[in-house]
């Protein structure tokens, strides 16, 4: 792809949704009100919401008609065979459960394979595989490789496990402590980077070598396919669905959040080839999410996702979706913004703690970045850094804090123009202007668990 490359919409709009340019004066009482957390601003006064790329997309006529069609019987609906068909098909496994969205998946398979003191490595968990496996008292070990934790790596496939690492811990646990091995595609929690083909290879063989089951955190699988087919040679004149379905091969399952790549608004299933583990996992399912067939959606849910995941793996679709988040990359820094990278494919994350150098990571800066960014634009992003990964020692006292300290900006799909993309970038050159007048935060209070979600927060003046 060209440094900076116009990404051209596969698409023309054909429904709209009205937002609305806060003034200055009513951010400012907005965050006041909010304490100072984005999470607690109502979507309506946020002008360009890039707090996360999942659930978020705009749906397509297609979908939408499909949507229509759907069958709401209880048991055995149409709209299941299509669900069903449609993944079996782009994903090439046996078995396809739904669930209303991805951490039911989790759930669901970490309660049937996790126990006190088991081991899940994946390359770097997202917080919800995380807090599955930590909250049945198993270990959620992270073994990506090196780079994924340096923002100026040049690396392609910044999301690769560390091999050497897994198969030094695989055997030294062995399959007796590790009941199965993750891949996160793209990898979320490292800068929306994805892994290779080669790498996924090197993990199914050493997974094959102990007999221990590999599994996707598919959300972004067709992100991380197109990624394969622009950086991976070999790979150039293969379809994104032929390397999905290669991708797959290598691994015994996957969980799928539909909220990203399959662009749609809730849903999500766990599709899978193990016929015993499947069984468990449907009388679970029974228990809690639903009759097997809906799983806790609806029949026109189940439509949506069959029809958003065709569309999702489209190539005019996703080099139009790589190239929005690679543009707006290439925007920010022209403005001298730090950014990680490369950029990732559904996001670009700011180096917080380099654009606000005089702020120490005691004062925030990625919340600080958040506020100013909210108060100077309207704009909505996610930390990810101090105040989400931050925790005190309990021995030392002292705070620990995450290796990186980022602000997010995931864009969510089809959503927003490219002027859009512009106003980002003008909102970030006028704050790097007064960059030294954006206060550090601290924290006034906090939950004990997930407390970025409703910590109160004020500016140090
Ligand atoms: N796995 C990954 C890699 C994710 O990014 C997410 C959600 C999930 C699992 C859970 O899926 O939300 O449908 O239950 N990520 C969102 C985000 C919330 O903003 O990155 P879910």
Redesign the pocket.
């Known amino acids: 792809m060209s440094p900076k490359k116009m990404p051209l919409e596969p698409f023309k709009i054909k429904a709209v949704e009205k937002v609305k340019l806060t003034t200055r004066e009513e951010r400012e009482k907005i965050l006041q009100e909010a304490g100072y957390n984005i999470f607690a601003v109502p979507a309506e006064k946020v002008f360009i919401d890039l707090?996360?790329?999942?659930?978020t997309a705009a749906m397509s006529d297609q979908q939408w008609a499909w949507m229509i069609t759907g069958d709401e019987a209880y048991s055995g609906s149409r709209s299941y065979f299509r669900f069903e068909a449609t993944i079996l098909e782009i994903f090439g496994f046996k078995h396809v459960i739904p669930t209303h969205?991805?951490?039911?998946a989790?759930r669901l398979l970490f309660e049937a394979v996790v126990r006190e003191g088991k081991h899940i490595p994946n390359n770097i968990h997202?917080d919800?595989?995380r807090a599955n496996i930590e909250v049945r008292g198993g270990v959620a070990v992270d073994l990506a490789g090196e780079e994924a934790y340096d923002p100026d790596s040049p690396a392609l496939f910044k999301g690769n496990m560390d091999v050497g690492r897994l198969e030094e811990f695989l055997r030294e646990k062995g399959k007796e402590e590790v009941p199965l091995v993750m891949i996160?595609v793209t990898?979320?929690?490292g800068g929306g980077q994805p892994v290779s083909m080669a790498n996924i290879k090197a993990v199914s063989k050493i997974c094959r070598k102990y007999g221990i089951p590999l599994f996707f955190?598919a959300?972004?699988f067709a992100e991380n396919a197109y990624f394969i087919q622009q950086r991976e040679s070999g790979y150039q004149h293969k379809s994104v669905r032929e390397i999905a379905r290669e991708m797959f091969s290598y691994a015994d399952g996957a969980?799928m959040?539909?909220?990203?790549d399959a662009l749609v608004n809730i849903g999500?299933f766990i599709t899978l080839n193990d016929d015993d583990l499947a069984a468990e996992l449907i009388n679970r399912l029974i228990i809690s999410e639903g009759f097997p067939t809906y799983g806790g959606l609806a029949g026109r849910d189940l439509e949506a996702i069959a029809q958003g995941l065709r569309e999702g793996v489209e190539e005019d679709y996703l080099e139009y979706r790589v190239g929005q988040v690679n543009y707006l990359a290439e925007l920010l820094k022209e403005e001298g913004v730090p950014i990680y990278q490369p950029p990732g494919g559904h996001a670009v994350y700011v180096l917080a703690d380099r654009f606000l150098s005089h702020l120490r990571r005691e004062e925030y800066p990625g919340w600080a970045l958040s506020v100013a960014l909210y108060r100077e634009a309207g704009i909505r992003a996610?930390e990810i850094g101090g105040v989400m990964f931050g925790r005190r020692d309990e021995e030392t006292g002292q705070m620990v804090f995450p290796r990186l300290e980022l602000l997010r900006l995931?864009v969510p799909r089809r959503v927003y123009t490219l002027s859009h993309l512009h106003y980002i970038a003008e909102a970030f050159a006028s704050l790097a202007e007064k960059k030294e007048s954006i206060k550090g935060m601290r924290i006034v209070y906090q939950a004990p668990y997930l407390r970025h979600f409703t910590v109160k927060m004020e500016e140090i003046s």
């Open positions: 707090l996360t790329d999942s659930g969205q991805g951490r039911a989790e997202f919800t595989t996160t990898n979320n929690s955190d959300c972004r969980t959040s539909a909220k990203k999500g996610c995931a």
